[in-house]
């Protein structure tokens, strides 16, 4: 196990910087997950963790070794790492015993300990008995099993996960969270996880770190992340998040303000050191909406799709006064409301994001 330390790490590719000073600390035996979008930085990060790129800027060091910096570079086989990739590349010709063994064969490992290593990876994973398997002959997620305990029977102090999870279908992606969650558990092994997917990143990760055009926007626990985003981006892209306009009207008192928001006012959550008037911008998720009853003051809104979703009903509706926004929030079946009809909405709950407006 080892403790990683990136500090304000840079990356070019000519003109465009894939990461702009990026800092991150993931201790020992921590699980963190990487989450963004397509193009954030996030596959480039963890190229310089391994040392496939040689950084423009900054450091990384793996527990109290320096093995990246603009004058020094560790290559990818001295930095006792492993990684495991979307692809499984496994050698189709090999057993899962002789693919397993593949990196030990090559450093020099010889049987019996050879055989110890593979034999106890293999169990880790949940594989005794597949040792004499071709690849060909193994589910989607057995092969991204093997390709976990050839990364394993190295022993690596850091394990790197590319989308491991990106090539299997529904069903494999749960059994295999649930694989990797035990797997750390009984292992305590620091692992940087990359993914796209913030469910997965959710079930799995200590912490989240959420990257955006080359930057670390936000890092935090799943609970705090959805709760309290950081920027709108966050909000938006965790938990399907809407950002509305607000002015705020009162100073926080308990962690709680005074917002004017689609021609209402409500009491929302807010930064203990939020300025006590002006613009500002309010995370709403689905469940922070109620439908009032009948005759109550609210946000009036009409109903433009009703999608079913097996117990309850996902509305999204339009503010009768603001055309341009478009709003979701969950009610129990029996539907509340027809296609059509005006409802009134109240709000029950929300963040006041810290930055500033847009």
């Not at 309010?282 to 979703?309: K, M, P, T």
């Not at 117990?311 to 509340?336: K, Y």
Request: include cysteine; charged fraction near 25%.
């Amino acid at each position: 196990m080892a403790r990683l330390t990136i500090d304000r790490a840079q990356k070019r590719f000519g003109t465009y910087t894939a990461l702009d000073e990026v800092s991150l600390a993931v201790e020992d035996g921590e699980f963190v997950a990487v989450l963004g979008a397509s193009g954030c930085g996030k596959t480039t990060l963890l190229r310089q963790i391994a040392g496939f790129d040689k950084l423009d800027g900054g450091s990384i060091t793996i527990g109290d070794r320096l093995v990246s910096s603009e004058t020094h570079h560790v290559p990818p086989e001295h930095r006792k790492i492993g990684v495991v990739f979307q692809s499984y590349a496994l050698w189709p010709h090999m057993s899962v015993a002789e693919n397993v063994a593949y990196g030990l064969t090559v450093a020099g490992v010889r049987d019996p300990e050879r055989a110890r290593r593979v034999g106890a990876a293999l169990d880790l994973v949940g594989l005794t008995g597949f040792a004499d398997r071709r690849p060909g002959l193994l589910s989607g997620g057995q092969r991204q099993r093997v390709a976990l305990a050839r990364c394993l029977v190295t022993e690596p102090s850091l394990v790197l996960l590319d989308e491991p999870l990106a090539n299997l279908d529904v069903h494999l992606r749960a059994s295999m969270e649930e694989e990797f969650s035990r797997f750390h558990e009984r292992t305590g092994t620091t692992m940087v996880y990359i993914t796209h997917d913030q469910a997965e990143a959710m079930a799995l990760a200590d912490r989240i770190a959420v990257m955006d055009r080359g930057r670390l926007v936000q890092l935090a626990t799943p609970s705090l992340l959805y709760r309290e985003p950081a920027t709108a981006l966050v909000a938006g892209f965790i938990g399907d998040g809407m950002v509305l306009p607000v002015r705020v009207l009162s100073a926080p008192q308990a962690g709680r303000c005074k917002v004017h928001v689609l021609g209402v006012e409500a009491i929302v959550r807010c930064p203990l050191d939020r300025a006590a008037v002006g613009d500002a911008s309010l995370c709403l998720r689905a469940r922070d909406f109620r439908i009032n009853r009948s005759g109550d003051e609210g946000i009036a809104a009409r109903v433009e799709r009703l999608s079913y979703q097996g117990g309850f009903f996902r509305m999204e509706v339009r503010p009768v006064a603001s055309n341009d926004i478009v709003l979701h929030l969950d009610a129990a079946e029996p539907a509340p409301a027809a296609l059509g009809d005006v409802v009134s909405l109240g709000i029950s709950d929300g963040w006041l994001i810290p930055e500033l407006a847009a």
